[in-house]
């Protein structure tokens, strides 16, 4: 499609979208802007029932578990396995979905290590391995919109989504919090038990909720990597820290990580004309909301 079409996703008026997970990071924002956008959208709570019969619209597929995975594991198949397979069921055997958008991670890349990870790339997966059953659990619900969706059912694939300090959980929220206490207190250096080695490719939450409408409404390709296109050491953000938000990161390990893969946008760059904002880009408006409202 081209740009202009693109554009034209702003006005959402007349189309139906159904969100699965909408109380969540990344779902409650995008209801936000779909609504503000103009489309007509249902939340159906988790346990309610789903009126086969109206039709579904573009479905996007935002519920999972991430930080509680190992402690939840009957839960988390649940969500990102069996609730999917009766929404695809039910939807595509009754004609009611549109289109259906699942997200997945580019954590299944991590047992790449090296090089560049487009979307063709084949998992690396170790089922003896307790922290795979995260990504086990994306890859069978990959496979079920693979096998199923007889062409209406696309994945995305998300990096780190961030939105500022204000996030409940992430690495990175966390230590904008920690660094913006010390500003206030006049303290010039922190301490975080992290390490200067690790890297993370991290993508803010409205350029995410804008991939996933773009990759509803127009995508075509089964897997889509919603990133930015860049792995930002902690090494980096440290240095940044310091240089343009006055304070100092002291990290308390030095643990050497294996090698991580670059994220390849360019199937979301080319295709669908989106463009996210670079890491440091977005963390300056930050500091300058911060700044201008003496608090996050």
Not at 25 to 40: E, M, N, P, Y
Not at 41 to 67: D, F, K, M, N, S
Not at 167 to 186: E, H, N, S, T
Request: aromatic share 8%; charged share 20%; net charge negative.
């Amino acid at each position: 499609m081209a740009a202009q079409g693109l554009q034209s996703l702003q006005d959402l008026q007349g189309l139906r979208f159904t969100v699965v997970g909408a109380a969540g990071f990344v779902g409650s924002r995008l209801c936000a802007t779909l609504q503000a956008r103009g489309a007509q959208v249902w939340t159906p709570a988790r346990h309610e029932p789903w009126p086969w019969q109206v039709p579904l619209g573009h479905v996007i597929y935002c519920a999972g578990l991430t930080a509680d995975y190992l402690a939840r594991p009957f839960d988390t198949v649940h969500a990102h396995v069996s609730h999917l397979a009766q929404v695809l069921q039910h939807g595509l055997e009754r004609g009611s979905l549109e289109s259906l958008v699942y997200l997945s991670s580019t954590r299944l890349y991590d047992g790449q290590e090296t090089g560049v990870a487009n979307e063709t790339a084949v998992l690396p997966l170790d089922p003896a391995n307790p922290r795979h059953l995260y990504d086990f659990s994306k890859g069978l619900g990959e496979s079920l919109c693979h096998v199923t969706g007889q062409g209406r059912a696309r994945v995305a694939r998300l990096a780190c989504v961030f939105e500022g300090p204000q996030d409940a959980d992430g690495f990175l929220p966390a230590l904008l919090r920690q660094v913006l206490v010390a500003r206030r207190a006049g303290v010039a250096r922190v301490e975080v038990s992290s390490s200067p080695h690790f890297s993370r490719d991290y993508v803010h939450l409205d350029d995410v909720v804008d991939a996933l409408i773009r990759i509803a409404v127009s995508g075509r390709q089964s897997v889509y990597n919603v990133a930015s296109g860049a792995n930002v050491s902690n090494a980096d953000l440290f240095e940044y820290l310091a240089r343009r938000w006055g304070c100092e990161v002291q990290p308390l390990l030095q643990t050497v990580p294996g090698p991580v893969p670059l994220v390849d946008i360019e199937r979301m760059r080319m295709e669908l004309h989106w463009q996210p904002r670079p890491l440091f880009d977005v963390l300056d408006d930050v500091l300058e909301s911060c700044q201008g409202a003496h608090a996050c």
